[in-house]
């Protein structure tokens, strides 16, 4: 007999695919579940779906309406008795992007954040960082402004291609 | 658990309302694109501290509508520091004002991430490194201003000038504070002041700008006495919820 850790659970199991692939309002090439912003989806004891979501940033314009979408997502798959709410315990990072998640932001131009292995200097004239061209993946960039057309993104131009781009920033 | 009193929290959640507020009024006068989105920017990063600083103290308050607390406040009901709603004058004043407050804030914000107090420790975490930014955003402006043209140097040495006495009210501690200071809910600025002190001066020498000498300082927005410029800052940042009375987007 294999032990299980924990009972199978085929409904909570679609509950946690509905929360996944809401899509992100900003970036619709991905999903919350892939931008890693979904913490858990679980019964309360009362049997209510709780499900946690953890904002990208203090200031994002999209966390009520991402709320909305994943309440709207689920009470249209018949769960109706649910809670969203969110954790904001550990501060979400670019790092909890999913693979394949970093993966479609480089396809569709964005230039995906890299491993946080340092804290984010403040100390020195400018951060230097290898930000590789979403486009032909040369690492001559250059950095045109420290904020592009979201919050989460900055500005860069390739020297190679000449193309500007955006970088996710990390976070 | 500690908890943090509510008062205390205002105090925050004031600071950042009132500068995302200033930083938002660049929107269609910054001297250029980039530098328009990055005042937005900025201002929305702090307009979402704000919001999650009244989030919980209308919490801490027993379920005050948020909203209420950040928009049908009377002036002398803000404790925000007088620094924060110093009018934005020219660009330079604006990235002047952002050094002295983020070079606070990113060390502050780091200590508040150790805070007896859950709920500020979550918000900090967040809001640390979104500090650093705005730190390295205005430290490069200022240098680029300092050391740029004898124009834009004189500019943006008479903002500093101007600015320096405002810097005071960020170190104060009165009996709230130090209340906050023994619940371990809150750092001593004291323990603050070396990174805030060397972030500031190493960016002002290395920008070729003159580091000021006066030691007096302004004081007063923790007690609510403000300048005349929060007033009016306010007409414009209460319009909507005075006009049409718990309109919701």
Not at chain 1, 69 to 91: M, N, P, Y
Not at chain 2, 26 to 37: F, I, N, Q, S
């Amino acid at each position: 007999m294999v032990a299980q850790t924990r009972p199978m659970d085929p409904l909570l199991d679609r509950a946690r695919q509905v929360v996944d692939t809401v899509p992100d309002p900003e970036l619709p090439m991905l999903s919350i579940g892939e931008l890693g912003m979904v913490r858990s989806v679980q019964w309360s004891e009362t049997g209510r779906l709780r499900v946690a979501l953890t904002p990208t940033y203090s200031g994002c314009p999209a966390t009520e309406w991402i709320r909305d979408r994943v309440t709207e997502a689920l009470t249209e798959h018949g769960f109706t008795d649910l809670e969203v709410w969110f954790d904001r315990s550990e501060a979400w990072t670019t790092d909890w992007i999913r693979p394949e998640g970093l993966e479609k932001l480089r396809a569709s131009g964005i230039s995906p954040p890299r491993p946080s292995l340092t804290v984010v200097g403040t100390s020195q004239r400018s951060v230097e960082r290898i930000v590789e061209c979403p486009l032909c993946a040369s690492s001559d960039t250059e950095r045109l402004a420290e904020h592009g057309s979201t919050p989460c993104k900055a500005l860069y131009r390739c020297k190679t291609c000449l193309e500007p781009f955006d970088h996710f920033k990390c976070h | 658990m500690a908890q943090a009193d509510s008062k205390f929290v205002l105090r925050l959640a004031d600071d950042h309302l009132i500068l995302g507020q200033r930083l938002a009024e660049w929107c269609g006068h910054a001297p250029t694109l980039e530098e328009e989105l990055s005042h937005a920017n900025i201002g929305l990063d702090l307009l979402g501290q704000a919001r999650n600083l009244f989030a919980y103290a209308s919490q801490l308050l027993g379920g005050t509508d948020e909203d209420r607390l950040a928009f049908l406040r009377l002036e002398h009901e803000y404790k925000n520091v007088l620094l924060v709603e110093f009018p934005n004058e020219d660009f330079g004043y604006s990235v002047i004002r952002q050094l002295f407050f983020s070079a606070f804030m990113h060390p502050y914000w780091q200590a508040l991430t150790s805070s007896a107090d859950a709920e500020l420790r979550a918000i900090a975490g967040q809001a640390v490194k979104e500090a650093a930014y705005h730190v390295r955003h205005s430290r490069e402006w200022t240098l680029r201003l300092g050391d740029g043209t004898e124009e834009s140097r004189q500019r943006v040495q008479t903002a500093v000038d101007d600015l320096w006495s405002f810097t005071g009210e960020l170190f104060e501690v009165d009996d709230l504070y130090r209340q906050m200071m023994e619940a371990q809910v809150a750092p001593d600025p004291v323990s603050i002041a070396p990174t805030w002190r060397e972030t500031v001066v190493a960016t002002l020498e290395e920008a070729t700008l003159q580091v000021p000498t006066e030691t007096w300082m302004q004081t007063g927005g923790r007690v609510g006495r403000h300048t005349e410029a929060l007033g009016h800052l306010l007409t414009e940042l209460q319009y909507m919820q005075r006009a049409y009375p718990d309109m919701a987007w």
